[in-house]
């Protein structure tokens, strides 16, 4: 059984940085594509970023060059660290695990940028 949990969302002015983490059990983390999505009040759920390998990974264009997916396989951890943050990336961030062509989610976590 797959479960995913994130953690590390919170409030922060515009222009700082928060970094997520998502730790994953069950499954297979080194062959699964794990991804950061995004949800504002309002709004369907979006890609921010995905990863297949360290040299494998997608941007959505609104947060290239300011966000930066990467993993560690030791501890089945994929993180999001986002910086020069502003308002409109407020929302749910939700973590993501391809496997075995299963989509499985996390709880989620809240992000307010906000002065």
């Known amino acids: 059984q797959v479960q995913l949990v994130e953690s590390g969302g919170g409030l922060v002015q515009p222009g700082g940085s928060l970094r997520l983490s998502c730790a994953a059990s069950?499954?297979?983390?080194?062959?699964?594509?794990m991804g950061w999505y995004r949800q504002a009040p309002g709004k369907e759920r979006e890609l921010v970023a995905t990863?297949?390998?360290?040299?494998?990974?997608n941007y959505a264009d609104s947060v290239k060059g300011r966000f930066t997916i990467s993993r560690n396989i030791a501890n089945d951890t994929v993180y999001l660290q986002m910086d020069n943050l502003k308002s409109e990336d407020t929302g749910v961030y939700y973590c993501k695990m391809r496997y075995s062509y299963l989509n499985y989610w996390g709880q989620g976590t809240q992000v307010t940028v906000s002065s």
């Open positions: 069950g499954g297979s983390f080194s062959t699964s594509i």
């Open positions: 990863i297949v390998s360290d040299t494998s990974t």
